[in-house]
């Protein structure tokens, strides 16, 4: 439902035209209220059955999303060998068991592929 | 005479040296992707579409082809040998996997191995002699009939793949909502964009793909942390002759059963199987074992699992529609190239066309030798430890995301898509239909408009045509079907409430 409202709403702001000149507000609005009213459905529906908890890992994607940030962030403000080593040390924070050894290891095969991607395949990445 | 001809045609273009290389490249690398635990074929595509940009045309579609049908192989072997299932191989867990407790590992991958060649050969032969023809029923279809189609192909995956209609219309809707992101092709206005530049051109597919299966697929595979042991039983391959005869008759039923769902919208492997199942557990001489780990509760689903694949592609390639998430990401692939499929591109690109029908027989060669007598190979990827698989999965999704623009912002934006994607999945969303929602967004609303248009802004255009008036019959039909079941099942639901006596109810 926030959805549908977040794009129904923000779609009013475009010309809408009328149906046989739509404008590049119609369709957005028109889709967002199917989306709302299936929401809706959906809202009601869930009082007719139980409730079941809901599994969620808040530290897993909270580091692996993060190491992706980073992994972004320092490519752009270092290098992205920079960005390859630190987004392996933080990811690996999500593992079963944490190993600063393995955590080298796994960064040297990853650097050395990526010197691979761009003096053999031709890839254009900013190493260094 | 002339499907023959053309398929020399084709196999003139998939045996040259690079296509026959990019074929074999695509095998490997998608079955060995499609070994590893989590990663079914729809995310093994996300991952390694951006090995694909800097190859040309022709090869880069085979090779994801290739990817795509490697990608169904390996799950087959990791569902038989360790009972790792994804949505493609959910049923080889079954009879699969009881062979390997009996010990017969062996025999029941050489039977997933050869009825899968022989469920993609009827499958190409199937394709090779229909594409063409709908194809040339596609020039019937005006923009009406392609919305009435979509929204079919809408849903249809709705329901296949989440199996509640509301929740997956819903994620298609979003998906649409997605697609409008951008800039508007016809008056040129910036919508939804934040007054992001890097959002003008829209969300990337790369992003949304690998945010939502590969990003959530392996924090999916952190949470379980379960460390799965390596297979290390004992593999005989060859069969005896009793045994080889019992495969090819479950092949073959497997094969009409899967040519024929993957035409379908909303069809493919994974429905595919479960039907091919369910009719030998009716008609195989042996169907009272069926279940117990016998070569006809693997052979008819790993033929039908594979014709299915292979068929799938007869929709997008003659009509230009997907009927399922993972041919959405084939559309996308086909669009990044510079390809439009649709019943002009058998006109205009011939040898795209039959090299990439004949390239499947010819992958179909390549997993038939890749799978059978090296499969014990293949196994020792299972020795590799997921902490250390994981990183380097997450090192290809960034590297895939930064190289199809060559800018970091994609990254943020997979991120982002990374926590929605795992979101759904926890709230048991399904994102296949809200990547189909995205990519069929753009040409739903570009179809909407010129219908309204021609039709000046009369929606009778769309239950006027007969195409798209008995497609949209079809819809309300099955919606009223989804009411009537839904209060059925409400009222069944009550009646033994209602039959329990107050004060026990009270207790």
Redesign the interface.
């Known amino acids: 439902m926030a959805?549908?409202l977040l794009?129904g709403l923000?779609?009013m702001r475009?010309?809408t035209g009328?149906?046989?000149?739509?404008?590049?507000?119609?369709?957005?609005a028109l889709?967002?209220s199917?989306?709302f009213a299936?929401?809706l459905?959906?809202v009601v529906?869930s009082r007719?059955v139980p409730k079941i908890p809901?599994?969620?890992?808040v530290k897993?994607?909270v580091v692996?999303?993060g190491?992706?940030?980073a992994?972004?962030?320092v490519?752009?403000v270092v290098n992205m060998i920079a960005?390859?080593v630190l987004?392996?040390f933080l990811?690996?924070l999500?593992?079963?068991?944490y190993s600063w050894k393995?955590n080298i290891k796994?960064s040297i095969?990853?650097v050395l592929?990526?010197f691979f991607?761009v003096h053999i395949?031709?890839?254009?990445?900013p190493l260094y | 005479m002339e499907v023959l001809h053309n398929l020399a045609f084709g196999f003139s273009h998939a045996l040259t040296m690079n296509n026959l290389m990019y074929c074999a490249i695509g095998c490997t690398v998608g079955t060995l992707v499609g070994l590893l635990p989590g990663l079914g074929p729809l995310a093994t595509i996300s991952i390694l579409l951006p090995l694909t940009y800097?190859i040309p045309t022709g090869g880069a579609l085979i090779m994801l082809a290739g990817i795509y049908y490697g990608a169904q192989y390996g799950d087959s072997v990791s569902a038989i040998t360790m009972k790792i299932p994804h949505a493609s191989s959910i049923v080889a867990c079954i009879d699969g996997y009881a062979m390997t407790l009996k010990g017969q590992t062996g025999l029941a991958l050489f039977t997933a191995g050869v009825s899968s060649f022989i469920g993609g050969t009827v499958a190409i032969i199937v394709l090779a002699w229909f594409a063409p023809m709908l194809g040339e029923v596609a020039f019937l279809f005006g923009p009406a009939d392609y919305c009435a189609l979509m929204m079919v192909g809408f849903v249809c995956v709705s329901f296949v793949t989440t199996g509640s209609l509301?929740?997956g219309?819903?994620m298609c809707?979003?998906g649409?909502?997605l697609g409008?992101i951008g800039t508007?092709v016809?008056?040129g206005?910036q919508?939804?964009t934040m007054d992001l530049p890097f959002l003008a051109d829209g969300i990337g597919v790369v992003s949304i793909a690998l945010g939502c299966f590969g990003?959530a697929e392996?924090?999916k595979n952190?949470?379980a942390?379960t460390?799965r042991s390596p297979f290390n039983g004992k593999i005989n391959l060859m069969p005896t002759w009793s045994e080889f005869k019992r495969i090819i008759p479950s092949a073959l039923r497997g094969s009409a059963v899967g040519s024929f769902l993957g035409i379908l919208p909303g069809g493919g492997p994974t429905i595919a199987q479960f039907v091919a199942y369910a009719l030998d557990k009716k008609v195989s001489k042996y169907k009272h074992l069926i279940g117990t780990g016998v070569i006809e509760g693997v052979a008819g689903q790993a033929a039908a699992d594979e014709a299915a694949a292979r068929t799938s592609f007869i929709p997008l390639m003659s009509i230009g529609i997907p009927e399922n998430a993972v041919m959405a990401l084939m559309l996308a692939a086909f669009i990044i190239k510079g390809i439009q499929p649709g019943p002009n591109m058998i006109a205009n690109h011939p040898d795209l066309f039959w090299g990439l029908v004949a390239s499947m027989w010819v992958g179909n060669v390549f997993l038939l030798v890749l799978n059978v007598p090296l499969v014990r190979y293949w196994l020792s990827v299972f020795k590799i430890p997921?902490?250390?698989l994981?990183?380097?999965i997450?090192?290809f999704?960034?590297?895939g995301t930064?190289?199809l623009n060559?800018n970091?912002?994609d990254?943020?934006v997979?991120?982002v898509f990374?926590?929605i994607g795992?979101m759904f999945m926890?709230?048991d969303l399904d994102a296949a239909p809200l990547m189909l929602g995205f990519i069929l967004g753009p040409m739903l609303?570009e179809n909407?408009?010129r219908a309204?248009?021609l039709?000046?802004?009369?929606?009778g255009i769309f239950v006027q045509r007969p195409i798209s008036g008995s497609l949209f019959g079809l819809i309300a039909l099955f919606l009223v079907w989804q009411v009537v079941i839904f209060f059925l099942k409400?009222r069944k639901n009550k009646i033994p409430m209602l039959a329990i006596p107050p004060h026990e109810a009270e207790a």
């Not at chain 1, 809901?54 to 890992?57: G, N, T």
């Open positions: 959805i549908s794009f923000s779609s475009y010309q009328d149906f046989s000149r739509a404008g590049p507000g119609l369709f957005p889709v967002s199917m989306l299936i929401a459905s959906i529906r007719f809901l599994d969620l890992h897993n994607i692996i999303i190491s992706l940030c992994f972004a962030a490519s752009m960005g390859i987004m392996t990811a690996t999500a593992g079963s068991n393995r796994i095969g990853l592929m990526a991607l395949l031709g890839m254009n990445l | 800097s509301l929740n219309l819903s809707m979003i649409v909502l409008q508007d016809n008056s206005v919508r939804f990003i392996i924090t952190l949470d942390r460390e997921y902490n250390v994981f990183p380097c997450l090192f999704c960034c590297i930064y190289s060559n970091m912002d990254i943020f997979t991120a990374g926590f795992y926890r709230l609303e909407f408009r309204l248009l039709s000046r802004g009369s929606f409400s």
